[in-house]
């Protein structure tokens, strides 16, 4: 028997799983790394944190079988991350996340530009300060002699497998979300490089996602407990690979994931652009494209009710080795549709699609002396289920949504699922495997290792799928909560700036 390890760095949490050959999961390991917000656009990770959580899942599902049986580790990765090194290949930075929003100046005037939407069309990356190349433009402008002393300019997976590896490479699917990489020619795009100041020779060498690293260096193999002849491949994005995981890679079918952050995205055979460059476009492997919307806002949400809301019992649940958030969703689950009248908007971190504002933020309405926690954690809940409702509906410019595949760590909560069909009024398929990322990644390894012939062989892995329906008279009074849902946000939009203005300027003041 022969194994295969998926392993998905998120903005939160590295998992780890193990699995055999025919898709069985044999072990799961998941370590968890604070997300830091010193400033208020600031959203950054520890690179050291992150090696330290992939080492120890690794090692721990390794565990469960002999390490000779272990071919290799496949990796997903959260998309937009930036990391400099210097010539020593020493972090000079943490990890700058898709989160951050300190280069939002430099990419409102890009995106205001007629030179914007030019480079989305060359790269499908949509103008945000998500992207690495607003962050370059950022760093050139406030920060150059740190881009002047860094010899690398990658993402967190590049580093993690550098430091598994010893070799510095990119793979095609986190190259599309820098927004420097043309998406025609499969190489950087120089005429996005240009603006950063950043040049080709501080860029690793570019390779497809089952580009595989047949060896690790030996204090690898020993940290990770592998031999060293054990195999890396590349993986894909967290985004990309999630689609394949659930089997939502046909035309029709959408994928709706919340993990810390959320997307909606439907897969294609080729690239489709958005006229408005509102729909990122991004590569998985040969002849499989997703096309979608972003939202900043998921499960880092849900854990602010955890941890400011539900703070002392939460620690009581951890203690005691249970789920805090089943406690939570319990609550939730008594308090009827529509939260007792709270209309909760969730831009906690500025927002991507429906709204690509970066100033957008967190607001709760209708809140009086008789509400309770449990209402504010059943709102919370909504306003995510109805943001990505709004971005389901402007995926749909690209294709007709008839089949929609939920995942993600939500889709663990049975109030989440039936919530998240009541609103969109379509049926939503779960898949068993909830860590769709880490199989579809481990499917790309056992390609490129040779032990299935395509990567379609992910739909006879994804085991069983439960379906939920909605309730008509549920979905009919969401109908309701959605226009005062949509009507609120529209009257809070013109003050978003004046707000955030606001608070950049506190924080300056701060420091």
């Known amino acids: 028997m022969k194994y295969i390890i998926g392993t998905d760095l998120g903005t939160t949490s590295t998992k ?14 998941n370590v968890e790394y604070p997300l830091y917000h010193d400033k208020p656009d600031m959203a950054e990770e520890n690179p050291e944190e992150i090696w330290n959580a992939v080492v120890k899942t690794i090692k721990s599902v390794g565990e469960e079988v002999d390490k000779d049986q272990i071919i290799g580790i496949s990796f997903s990765s959260a998309m937009h991350s930036l990391l400099l ?5 020493i972090p000079l930075t943490r990890v700058i996340t898709w989160a951050d929003n300190r280069a939002v100046k430099y990419a409102t005037k890009l995106k205001n530009s007629e030179l914007g939407q030019k480079i989305y069309e060359a790269t499908g990356t949509p103008i945000h300060p998500m992207s690495p190349l607003s962050k370059l433009i950022w760093l050139s402008e406030e920060n150059a002699d740190l881009l ?7 993402g967190i997976k590049e580093y993690i497998i550098y430091r598994l590896t010893g070799e510095m490479k990119m793979e095609y699917s986190i190259a599309n979300a820098t927004g420097y990489f043309n998406l025609h020619t499969f190489d950087w795009d120089d005429q996005a490089l240009s603006l950063t100041k950043a040049t080709r020779d501080q860029l690793p060498e570019l390779v497809d996602t089952d580009y595989t690293i047949d060896h690790l260096t030996s204090e690898a193999a020993k940290k990770i ?10 993986g894909a994005s967290d985004g990309a690979l999630s689609n394949l995981g659930v089997g939502a890679d046909r035309t029709g079918v959408a994928a709706i994931t919340i993990g810390t952050s959320g997307a909606v995205r439907v897969m294609s055979n080729k690239p489709y652009l958005d006229p408005e460059g509102r729909l990122f476009c991004y590569y998985v492997a040969k002849d499989h494209w997703i096309i979608g919307g972003p939202v900043n806002n998921g499960g880092q949400v849900f854990r602010w009710v955890r941890d400011y809301i539900y703070d002392n019992e939460s620690n009581e649940e951890i203690q005691n080795k249970r789920d805090p958030y089943d406690r939570i969703t319990k609550d939730a689950a008594n308090v009827p549709i529509g939260s007792h009248g709270i209309i909760f908007h969730p831009y906690f971190s500025g927002e991507r699609a429906p709204l690509w504002n970066t100033d957008a933020r967190g607001s709760m309405i209708g809140l009086t002396t008789s509400h309770t926690r449990a209402d504010i954690a ?3 809940l909504e306003g995510i289920v109805l943001n990505l409702n709004q971005v389901l509906k402007l995926t749909e410019s690209a294709t007709k949504v008839n089949e929609i595949r939920a995942t993600g760590g939500f889709a663990r909560s049975t109030l989440w699922r039936q ?16 860590e769709s990322s880490c199989l579809a990644a481990a499917v790309l390894g056992l390609k490129a290792h040779g032990e299935i012939n395509s990567i379609d062989k992910v739909h006879d892995m994804i085991g069983n799928t439960k379906e939920y329906a909605p309730i008509s008279e549920n979905h009919k009074q969401y109908v309701q909560v959605n226009k005062i849902y949509e009507l609120v946000g529209k009257q809070l939009e013109p003050i978003y700036h004046d707000l955030a203005h606001y608070q950049r300027n506190l924080s300056q003041e701060m420091d």
């Open 16 to 29: 780890s799983i193990l699995y055999s050959t025919d898709g069985k999961v044999v072990a799961y390991s």
């Open 148 to 154: 002047v002393k860094s010899r690398w300019i990658i």
């Open 378 to 380: 059943r709102a919370v």
């Open 419 to 434: 919530i998240l069909t009541d609103v969109i009024g379509i049926p939503i398929t779960i898949p068993e495997s909830f």
């Open 225 to 234: 407990n592998l031999n060293q002849n054990a195999a890396v491949t590349m």
């Open 85 to 89: 090194l210097d010539e020593n290949n």
